[in-house]
């Protein structure tokens, strides 16, 4: 009885407190491309743009022991790494354990134009990018 | 040590743990008469409903949820083994997420399943 009561909290925090930052590249991606800061990948709620600008890399996902800021940070790491400037359709994720976890999931694009524009012609483009700092996430 | 091979034996049985499930929709008219299955490799992956411009009919949603730690190619192997077997040979708006695992951590993958025309 000692053993299990000892055991079970273990497990639990062990499921409870992992982390996860995966992505899949969808067909025909470009999988080679040039990785990118994380703090410069943009993050949109809005529908991936379909023009010949916006190369469509993949699905990508984090979820993290932590806030809304936390789980940003490394979803930007994560497209970042896929060679990704932005996440499209981003949707926030709670999962209820002993660890407060928060996740993001969005599609990872490759603005080609975007990136080189100044922040004020972006918006012509784009809607403004997701705030996701400032909401309350515990 | 019958104790310890009981333990790993079912450790190793969960750790493999993955689920799947998918829902047919009413999208469009079943196809008729006999659908040609695809092999769950050739099922092509797209994250967006665009598709990268291809045109398709839907056939329903799938979903995948498997102890997969980091490795989203786990799930979505899983994800594309039910898109085949519903007769799908795509699968369009992949989702990953993160979700609770038995002994890892889990990955949920859902998408719509979609035959290309």
């Given at each position: 009885m000692k053993k299990i009561v000892t055991i079970l909290p273990i497990l639990a925090l062990l499921s409870a407190g992992c982390a996860i930052q995966t992505h899949y590249f969808q067909n025909?991606?470009?999988?080679?491309l040039t990785p990118v800061l994380a703090s410069a990948v943009k993050i949109y709620s809005s529908q991936t743009p379909t023009d010949s600008g916006a190369q469509v890399l993949g699905s990508v996902a984090v979820d993290v022991v932590g806030d809304g800021a936390t789980a940003l940070q490394s979803l930007q790491e994560e497209a970042g790494a896929m060679g990704a400037n932005a996440v499209y359709e981003v949707k926030l994720t709670k999962i209820n354990t002993y660890a407060q976890r928060t996740g993001i999931s969005g599609v990872a694009v490759r603005n080609s134009v975007l990136s080189v524009l100044p922040d004020t012609a972006k918006s012509h483009f784009n809607p403004k990018p997701v705030t996701a700092r400032a909401g309350r996430n515990n | 040590m019958k104790r310890l091979c009981l333990c790993s034996s079912i450790f190793i049985a969960l750790a493999g743990c993955a689920s799947t499930a998918h829902l047919q929709t009413d999208d469009v008219v079943p196809l008729a008469g006999a659908v040609a299955h695809v092999s769950p490799a050739d099922v092509a992956v797209y994250s967006?409903?665009?598709?990268?411009?291809k045109k398709y009919q839907v056939i329903g949603q799938v979903i995948a949820s498997a102890d997969a730690g980091n490795d989203a190619a786990t799930a979505v192997d899983k994800l594309k083994e039910e898109a085949a077997a519903f007769g799908a040979d795509a699968i369009v708006q992949l989702r990953l997420e993160g979700a609770l695992g038995y002994w890892n951590c889990g990955i949920r993958a859902t998408a719509t399943a979609v035959k290309m025309k």
């Amino acid at each position: 009885m000692k053993k299990i009561v000892t055991i079970l909290p273990i497990l639990a925090l062990l499921s409870a407190g992992c982390a996860i930052q995966t992505h899949y590249f969808q067909n025909g991606a470009n999988t080679t491309l040039t990785p990118v800061l994380a703090s410069a990948v943009k993050i949109y709620s809005s529908q991936t743009p379909t023009d010949s600008g916006a190369q469509v890399l993949g699905s990508v996902a984090v979820d993290v022991v932590g806030d809304g800021a936390t789980a940003l940070q490394s979803l930007q790491e994560e497209a970042g790494a896929m060679g990704a400037n932005a996440v499209y359709e981003v949707k926030l994720t709670k999962i209820n354990t002993y660890a407060q976890r928060t996740g993001i999931s969005g599609v990872a694009v490759r603005n080609s134009v975007l990136s080189v524009l100044p922040d004020t012609a972006k918006s012509h483009f784009n809607p403004k990018p997701v705030t996701a700092r400032a909401g309350r996430n515990n | 040590m019958k104790r310890l091979c009981l333990c790993s034996s079912i450790f190793i049985a969960l750790a493999g743990c993955a689920s799947t499930a998918h829902l047919q929709t009413d999208d469009v008219v079943p196809l008729a008469g006999a659908v040609a299955h695809v092999s769950p490799a050739d099922v092509a992956v797209y994250s967006t409903a665009n598709a990268n411009g291809k045109k398709y009919q839907v056939i329903g949603q799938v979903i995948a949820s498997a102890d997969a730690g980091n490795d989203a190619a786990t799930a979505v192997d899983k994800l594309k083994e039910e898109a085949a077997a519903f007769g799908a040979d795509a699968i369009v708006q992949l989702r990953l997420e993160g979700a609770l695992g038995y002994w890892n951590c889990g990955i949920r993958a859902t998408a719509t399943a979609v035959k290309m025309k």
